[in-house]
């Protein structure tokens, strides 16, 4: 299992940006998808989580301007990012939790991170 996120890159205060993230390999579900963020010289924190049904929970500091969505039958999640703020700088991971995939003759479960994709705001 593969995590592939994308859509980061430099942006000017009070702009968007959406980050997307697809899952890959024999999946046969998953159940929370989110973003994590970590600015230098702080820890990584919990942005955006999705539940399989469609739950959503936000970090206070995003609250009103990122939205959270997925597409289950494509294994993907998205991040709409707007009113973007320098203090949203840093480096933006998905996760994947409770990934159940085919493994041999059978079924193994797993948590899974992508690569992380840098967000700058600039003034």
């Known amino acids: 299992v593969q995590l592939q996120a994308s859509g980061g890159g430099l942006v000017q205060a009070g702009r968007s940006l959406r980050l997307s993230c697809a899952a890959s390999?024999?999946?046969?579900?998953?159940?929370?998808m989110g973003w994590y963020r970590q600015a230098p010289g702080e820890e990584r924190e919990l942005v955006a989580l999705?539940?399989?049904?469609?739950?959503?929970n936000y970090a206070d500091s995003v609250e009103g301007r990122f939205t959270i969505s997925r597409d289950n039958r494509k294994s993907t999640v998205n991040l709409q990012m707007n009113s973007l703020k320098r203090d949203d700088t840093a480096v933006y991971y998905c996760?994947?939790?409770?990934?159940?995939?085919?493994?041999?003759?059978?079924?193994?479960?797993?948590?899974?991170w992508g690569q992380g994709t840098q967000v700058t705001v600039s003034s």
């Open positions: 390999g024999n999946i046969f579900s998953i159940n929370d």
């Open positions: 996760k994947a939790d409770g990934v159940t995939y085919l493994y041999g003759f059978g079924r193994n479960i797993g948590n899974y």
């Open positions: 999705i539940t399989s049904d469609g739950t959503t």
